[in-house]
């Protein structure tokens, strides 16, 4: 069980860093640390942990292109991830929410 509270502090601490990284202009840093995080579970297979990120991301504190980059990661195990479609309906409502949503954002991405 602690494991997979370190593998969790983990997931929030490389969200967090992403976040930080893309309100400092490094988008392309953050999107790589997104993108490797994500792929490494993949490869893993461990979709539950990609779920429970997706769970427990506080969404209102990341920045669009962190919450777009974390759904377009996730796509590809979209079928493994119960949450996912629930996420993506949260992610509009803070997108629309903070007026950074237009229509067509998330067509492939649901």
Not at 34 to 59: A, G, N, P, T
């Amino acid at each position: 069980m602690a494991i997979k509270l370190d593998v969790h502090l983990e997931s929030i601490t490389f969200i967090n860093d992403a976040n930080e990284l893309d309100k400092n202009g490094q988008r392309n840093a953050a999107m790589d640390l997104i993108f490797d995080r994500i792929d490494e579970l993949m490869r893993k297979e461990q979709f539950s942990s990609i779920d429970s990120i997706l769970r427990k991301v506080c969404i209102s504190d990341q920045t669009g292109d962190v919450l777009l980059g974390l759904l377009t990661a996730s796509l590809p195990a979209r079928g493994d991830l119960p949450f996912r479609a629930e996420f993506c309906r949260e992610v509009k409502s803070v997108l629309t929410a903070r007026g950074e949503f237009e229509d067509g954002l998330l067509i492939g991405l649901e």
